[in-house]
């Protein structure tokens, strides 16, 4: 044979064996062609011969605040149904204004769905006049206010009196729009009565 068809023969095998089958690379899609997808929905429906069966309902017993032995709860539960517990003066007096008296018709009404509680209401004044002046002028503004809660059905037995004079002062600025804040009886529920 001839020696060169033999070198032909040979070095394609021996390529072959040297550098073997080159490896096709694995094709990756072009990052510039947008590629959309959708989801897979069955093709057919779920059964619908399973009925659902609705949770049963737990209902938490929700505590009225005023059954609450904390009496700041029962205070502003009160006020949130509308118990006004300040009621105004004019200086150096103690009459009640019409304004005062229909505030009283509600807090009385709210009073007298409530017979359990105890009210204390307080007399206060501004700081004009001498101390004695004013702790005369708050007792004789808290007994208005008991005196018209008396009249309008609330238990006078229920109802405790007590002033401050002008010794607990809601503002302390010395001006008419401050002063006119502490001259007022507050009303506060202090406790529970004896029922029953």
């Known amino acids: 044979m001839n020696r060169k068809l033999m070198i032909w023969m040979v070095v ?10 080159p490896k096709k690379k694995p094709a990756t899609p072009p990052t510039d062609i947008p590629i959309e997808t959708q989801p897979v929905t069955p093709s057919t429906p779920p059964p619908t011969d399973v009925p659902d069966t609705p949770a049963p309902v737990v209902e938490d017993p929700v505590e009225d605040p005023l059954m609450s032995a904390d009496m700041q709860v029962v205070n502003d539960e009160l006020r949130r149904r509308g118990f006004s517990p300040d009621i105004y003066f004019n200086l150096d007096d103690s009459t009640l204004s019409d304004e005062s008296r229909e505030r009283l018709a509600r807090n009385a009404e709210l009073l007298r769905a409530q017979p359990q509680f105890q009210v204390t209401i307080e ?4 700081e004009r006049g001498t ?13 208005a206010v008991r005196d018209y809660m008396s009249s309008l059905g609330v238990d006078g037995g229920r109802m405790r009196t007590l002033s401050y004079g002008e010794e607990r002062p809601v503002c302390t600025d010395n001006d ?11 009303l506060i ?6 029922v029953g």
């Open 189 to 194: 529920i202090t406790g529970r009565a004896n």
């Open 176 to 186: 008419e729009s401050c002063w006119s804040q502490n001259r007022r009886g507050h």
């Open 12 to 21: 394609p095998v021996l390529l072959t064996v040297m550098y073997g089958c």
């Open 123 to 126: 007399g206060h004044a501004d």
């Open 131 to 143: 101390n004695e002046y004013n702790l005369a002028l708050g007792e004789r503004r808290a007994n």
